[in-house]
């Protein structure tokens, strides 16, 4: 026995301790007082380190899952064996699933520059690591893991009463608690897996020492003394499995039962002793594990944002808002003022409600000197709006060099934008000078050349500059009134349909879309109306005039027989007759929608009721109307919009300021426009749609950058589908436009009104199913842009034919000139590869061909890129490629449709720019025409026949640029003729049979490429 004892101390001696592993969060159990009294002194003791340091959470994090990982794999394989567990390995077995997807939410929710952010410890066991997590540890020690909402703001509560904590630390409690809990988790199974490893250490020692007894006992002494030598641990669970193992197996092993003994009693233990402290440690164990793995299941069912309000200082501070309408605002837009003194806190040094108490401050100076009605007596002033600037001076910011940028950009918006485009575009204008100069010198048609070059070029600096905006400059949602709950009457909104009466099938699909976008937005105070015309007739009335009119009527009457309340009509109908138009020589409805609307709004303030010749619904609710969402009919109302625009209308910073020396709203908004997204049954009505969806442009027209001027210039652009103020619009609106000449009023309108793109908030509408209907929607646009074209001039037309000074801002001349210069864009493009190929200069016919292919593909390459590498977070890098490759095969498809049908769109620009120019100052007639007999063909296009009648210019214009081409040389002739055999296949017919899955049908399919393919049905694809 001696002899085992010298050898164990030298074992000792030469062998390093092993490091125990950390004891489970299991402090003594407090009370919600005691909670409250510790968290007290723990503030009182914490000492913060003014230094960022390493994230070293997600380190811990990392460790946290091996080690869990490796515990589940050791009792798994246990109980493959039939090995009895432990009840904590037993609980952890069980909601193992529930860590693994505890630990992946931590891991997106924990970013890696969040150590940066949160104040970190100087000092104690958690030294390096952020304040919060110390909170969250300490919670759950004295809690025995049992986390809710009701102790943790008790605890944070009590701790904030002598150290406020930051909104960052209040937002990271949640995250901290879980990583605290999976910390604890880690804990507890490192104690199950040791029980666990010390039960399969008690099994090989026990035998080795039966195959000893077995052999000869003087090896037993032998197998002893290595077992002495190597130290096992004395746990309950080895003691119990080793002697149990041993125990009745021969007088051999009477020794080694003796040597346990004395182990035993060295450390003054006994194996009933060991038992009942392994039987309180494992229940212990079981008691942490369930409450740690309960408490888990429990964050995510804690409404975080209640707490961080009920904590957080500055929000106590904003609440003092003199305005008095911080507390009735939406979650995400108090959340957006609290993040903006946050922000300034962080760039002066001062104390977050320190800063919102100045906020408030300067608004209550403001509510004193201009009243409780202005904007500036309202506390978001200051902290996002024009105020932000002397809020600022208050806190003394410390201004960095992006910063100062960032200011100054945001200060001359309108002069950086444009003169970031002008510098690109005299750029590219720049490479093409020299190549240009070498066709003829200074001939004037040289100079042409390279004009249409610059044009070209001009849009391909629009997607790029677009670009870097859309990376430099953070997004600028509006603020919004929470009107979840309904909406109060001052703000009762009227949802307005202008459409036509064509026949009875509409009819019946216009009131069944009306009651739809009733069901998804039902309010008291939201009212739904249709505004009918007839269509144009050669005579002031037809046959089915009063048989339409009559079902229109009683399909409204219907819906309030069947939705209304008792005291009002929730359904309205308000028909206009049609008048004589001297100019279109027909009868029709005054000036078309915007006419329509002009006299709605009108009759909303006590207007004459003479243009409406049917109103059907109650006339009294008709002056209450403060706002009116107008929407086309194709376009669909998604659940409770309409509160949120409404909401996003009433805030008093959207609320229109209207000055009448300018005849413009300078202040706020009178128009919203929402998102309009294409919808999803739209977007798969064919191969063309599928290509075009999902991609809104920064106006109707493009799809470069979906929030642009709203980002960079807090104004939008609006597209005839939104909410308007009444009274403001009237004032900015009402009698300034000339009659029979504004196609697309929506531009001018919103530049008078002054509108804004409400970027969450969406508004499903329709899209062309084929290329040819796309190119008649553009063709009307097109047309609409270049009528109002006279507002560029200092002086525009009245309605009385007089002209007036142009009060347009500088931002609203741009977007009505960018929109001239986009109808530009393709014909130049087309005008310039052809005029270069009709040179015929061989060295320099390449050159227009790859100049082409450069101005459609940079921006799409560039475009790419920035999406390969900004991977969101919590997307793995596979699922991040693939998603990048699909996106740049569609991009790429666009450009080669785009290239391939660029004759073909190049001469319905030119003729839409043609038409208007001549009719403007000549005839006058057809200005207002919305759906023309050459649209009704060219959307018939079906089949390979209608398509070449319809594109037949293509290969018109494709074969003389291929004979050009045959003429260089074989290195031009290849790189020319190769893109112009692109150019002209738009007009090439190519057959594709295909067959139609019906049985029934058998159909010869021949397909434009790489156009539209014209097919039989939705269904008709293999």
């Not at 030294?127 to 944070?156: C, K, M, Q, T, W």
């Not at 001009?458 to 509006?478: G, H, Y």
């Not at 319905?908 to 025409?929: C, E, K, N, W, Y």
């Not at 040389?969 to 019906?998: E, Q």
Request: proline share 6%; hydrophobic share 45%.
């Amino acid at each position: 026995m001696e002899l085992l004892h010298r050898k164990r101390r030298k074992y000792r001696r030469d062998q390093p301790r092993a490091r125990a592993p950390d004891m489970p969060l299991r402090d003594e159990l407090f009370s919600d007082e005691q909670l409250s009294r510790h968290a007290v002194a723990l503030a009182a003791q914490h000492r913060l380190d003014p230094q960022p340091g390493p994230n070293r959470l997600l380190l811990q994090l990392a460790d946290n899952e091996q080690a869990l990982i490796q515990a589940y794999d050791m009792m798994i394989g246990a109980e493959a064996e039939g090995r009895r567990g432990s009840p904590a390995g037993e609980w952890l077995l069980d909601n193992f699933y529930l860590v693994e997807e505890q630990i992946r939410m931590a891991r997106l929710h924990l970013p890696r520059t969040y150590s940066y952010e949160l104040p970190r410890l100087s000092h104690g066991a958690t030294s390096g690591f952020p304040r919060v997590y110390d909170i969250a540890l300490e919670l759950i020690a004295h809690a025995d893991g049992r986390v809710d909402v009701e102790n943790v703001r008790h605890f944070v509560a009590a701790y904030q009463s002598v150290s406020p904590l930051k909104l960052g630390e209040l937002w990271a409690v949640p995250i901290m608690l879980r990583l605290g809990l999976i910390e604890n988790l880690r804990r507890v199974s490192a104690h199950v897996a040791g029980r666990r490893r010390d039960l399969q250490l008690a099994q090989q020692w026990a035998d080795r020492l039966l195959a000893a007894a077995d052999e000869h006992p003087a090896a037993v002494l032998r197998v002893l003394a290595e077992m002495a030598e190597s130290e096992p641990p004395f746990s309950n669970a080895f003691v119990e499995e080793f002697c149990g193992r041993l125990q009745g197996q021969g007088p051999a092993l009477a020794t080694v039962d003796s040597w346990v003994q004395h182990r035993l009693a060295e450390q003054g233990l006994t194996r009933m002793r060991l038992q009942r402290a392994d039987t309180r440690i494992q229940a212990a164990d079981q008691v942490s594990i369930g409450n740690s793995i309960g408490s888990l299941r429990g964050l995510n069912a804690i409404d975080w944002r209640n707490f961080v309000e009920a904590m957080s200082g500055v929000e106590q501070a904003l609440r003092a808002d003199p305005m008095g309408v911080y507390a009735d605002m939406d979650f995400v837009t108090r959340d957006r003022y609290r993040h903006a003194a946050e922000a300034l806190a962080r760039q002066s040094g001062t104390a977050e409600d320190a800063v919102a108490r100045a906020a408030v401050e300067l608004a209550a100076d403001a509510c004193r000197r201009d009243g409780l009605r202005a904007r500036t007596a309202h506390v978001g002033y200051y902290l996002i709006d024009r105020g932000r600037a002397q809020l600022e001076r208050a806190v003394r910011v410390r201004w960095s060099f992006r910063r100062s940028c960032a200011r100054w950009v945001r200060r001359f918006p309108v002069a950086y934008y444009v003169g970031t485009l002008a510098a690109i575009t005299a750029a590219v204008a720049g490479l093409l000078l020299e190549p240009v100069r070498r066709l003829a010198g200074d001939a004037w048609w040289v100079w042409l050349i390279l004009a249409l070059g610059v044009v070209a070029a001009s849009q391909m600096a629009v997607t790029l500059v677009n670009l870097a905006i859309n990376l430099l400059i953070s997004p600028r949602p509006l603020p919004r009134l929470d009107f979840s709950k309904g909406i109060p009457p001052t703000a009762r909104t009227m949802v307005a349909i202008p459409t036509l009466l064509t026949s009875a099938r509409a009819i019946a699909d216009l009131v069944e879309s009306l009651e739809i976008r009733y069901l998804g937005n039902r309010d008291p105070n939201l009212f739904f109306a249709l505004l009918t015309d007839f269509r144009d007739a050669p005579a002031a009335a037809q046959d089915d005039d009063a048989d339409l009119l009559r079902l229109a009527c009683d399909g409204i009457r219907a819906l309030n027989a069947k939705h209304g309340c008792e005291h009002a009509s929730v359904f309205h109908l308000f028909h206009r007759p049609r008048v004589w138009n001297p100019y279109e020589r027909l009868w029709m409805g005054y000036e078309r929608k915007r006419g329509k609307l002009e006299q709605f709004n009108a009759l909303l303030r006590g207007g004459s009721r003479e243009p409406f010749s049917e109103i059907v619904g109650d006339p009294a609710l008709l002056s209450t109307m403060r706002y009116v969402l107008t929407l086309d009919t194709d376009t669909a109302l998604p659940r409770n919009a309409a509160r949120r625009l409404v909401g996003t209308m009433a805030h008093p910073l959207n609320r229109p300021s209207f000055d009448p020396a300018t005849g413009r709203v300078v202040e706020g908004y009178a128009i919203l426009q929402p998102r309009t997204p294409i919808g999803l049954l739209a977007a798969h009505r064919s191969r063309f749609a599928q290509l075009s969806a999902g991609e809104a442009g920064i106006d109707p027209y493009t799809r470069e950058v979906s929030d642009l001027y709203q980002d960079l210039f807090a104004e939008g652009s609006y597209v005839g589908k939104g909410i308007y103020d009444v009274d403001a619009f009237r004032q900015a609106t009402a009698g300034r436009f000339p009659e029979n000449l504004i196609l697309s009023h929506d531009l001018v309108e919103s530049g008078y009104a002054r509108s804004a793109l409400v970027t969450d908030v969406e508004l499903h509408e329709d899209h062309p199913a084929s290329f040819a209907a796309e190119m008649s929607r553009r063709h009307r646009w097109i047309r609409g842009d270049w009528q109002i074209a006279g507002w560029l001039l200092p002086r525009v037309l009245g309605p009385s034919g007089q002209r007036a000074p142009n009060t347009l801002t500088a931002l609203a001349w741009w977007k009505i000139f960018d929109n001239l210069r986009r109808s530009l864009v393709t014909p130049a493009l087309f005008l310039l590869l052809l005029g270069g190929w009709a040179l015929a200069v061989p060295a320099l016919t390449g050159f227009w061909t790859m100049l082409a292919l450069v101005l459609l593909l940079l921006p799409v390459g560039v475009t790419s890129l920035v999406e390969l590498i900004r991977k969101p977070r919590g997307r793995a890098w596979a699922i991040h490629r693939v998603a990048t490759c699909k996106s740049v095969g569609r991009q790429v498809a666009e450009a080669a449709l785009a290239l391939g049908t660029l004759p073909y769109r190049a001469v319905v620009h030119l003729d839409a720019i043609i038409v208007s120019a001549g009719r403007m100052p000549f005839t006058r007639r057809g200005l207002l025409l919305w759906h023309t007999p050459r649209y009704a063909r060219r959307n018939d296009c079906k089949t390979p026949a209608n398509f070449f009648a319809e594109m037949w210019v293509a290969p018109l214009f494709g074969a003389p640029a291929n004979c050009s081409s045959a003429r260089s040389r074989p290195l031009a002739r290849w790189s020319g003729s190769n893109a112009t055999g692109d150019i002209s296949t738009t007009g090439t017919i190519r057959a594709r049979w295909r067959r139609c899955r019906r049985s029934t049908c058998r159909v010869s399919i021949a397909a434009i490429w790489p156009g539209p393919w014209p097919h039989c049905g939705a269904d008709c694809w293999n």
